[in-house]
T-cell receptor, first 114, second 115 residues
Framework: ETGVTQSPTHLIKTRGQQVTLRCSSQ?????VSWYQQALGQGPQFIFQ???????GRGNFPPRFSGLQFPNYSSELNVNALELDDSALYLC?????????????FGPGTRLTVL | AQKITQTQPGMFVQEKEAVTLDCTYD???????LFWYKQPSSGEMIFLIY??????QNATEGRYSLNFQKARKSANLVISASQLGDSAMYFC????????????FGQGTTLQVKP
């Protein structure tokens, strides 16, 4: 069974640029959630995709957008990067969108905005 | 509003001893789930243990147990027989039925195990 994978591992961008982060969910999982974790903080929920539809969103501006593909992999896109977007971006997958299913996290993408 | 509070920024424990990491939560939803995750310096979040709001017994997973006190809205993690590899950041998280996809995390507790 393959776990959650994310790419790239590290990324450096400059302010104003756009970035795309990728996530492959664990085999059989149809739900993907994205989180932003600033240094020294707990992760903050960005949004969730369930069967290719956005299914819940946190307090993030519209320049944070996403996609989920038929194979349940997912992308996180951030436009007009700001310095405060520098963070670890975590993707998590789960079997179904239910209260009780644990989310399995990938290793994260560390984004630095200069 | 949903909230998770972890009041211990850092903890030390001697190897082979037990340690308790505190977590309190706030939600008005009667259906919710509580989770603990471990985050080593590599960054990956590792699921440790889950407690449902309707579970009658405290959850246990190997050396991890969750001391669930519903009336006090606390869900403390107990690690028995600490090992050097337990040194990491620990996060308490909650999900309720108003938004099942959203895990709300606390600020975390850094645990250091001393040899």
């Amino acid at each position: 069974e393959t776990g959650v994978t994310q790419s790239p591992t590290h990324l450096i961008k400059t302010r104003g640029q756009q970035v795309t982060l990728r996530c492959s969910s664990q085999s059989g999982h149809n739900t993907v959630s994205w989180y932003q974790q600033a240094l020294g903080q707990g992760p903050q929920f960005i949004f969730q995709y369930y069967r290719e539809e956005e299914n819940g969103r946190g307090n993030f501006p519209p320049r944070f957008s996403g996609l989920q593909f038929p194979n349940y992999s997912s992308e996180l896109n951030v436009n007009a990067l700001e310095l405060d977007d520098s963070a670890l971006y975590l993707c998590a997958s789960s079997l179904e969108d239910t209260l009780y299913n644990e989310q399995f996290f990938g290793p994260g993408t560390r984004l630095t905005v200069l | 509003a949903q909230k998770i509070t972890q009041t211990q920024p850092g903890m030390f424990v001697q190897e082979k001893e037990a340690v308790t990491l505190d977590c309190t939560y706030d939600t008005s939803d009667p259906s919710y789930g509580l989770f603990w995750y471990k985050q080593p310096s590599s960054g990956e979040m590792i699921f440790l243990i889950y407690q449902g709001s309707y579970d009658q017994q405290n959850a246990t997973e190997g050396r991890y147990s969750l001391n669930f006190q519903k009336a006090r809205k606390s869900a403390n993690l107990v690690i028995s027989a600490s090992q050097l590899g337990d040194s990491a950041m620990y996060f308490c998280a909650m999900r309720d039925s108003s938004n099942t996809g959203k895990l709300i995390f606390g600020q975390g507790t850094t645990l250091q195990v001393k040899p």
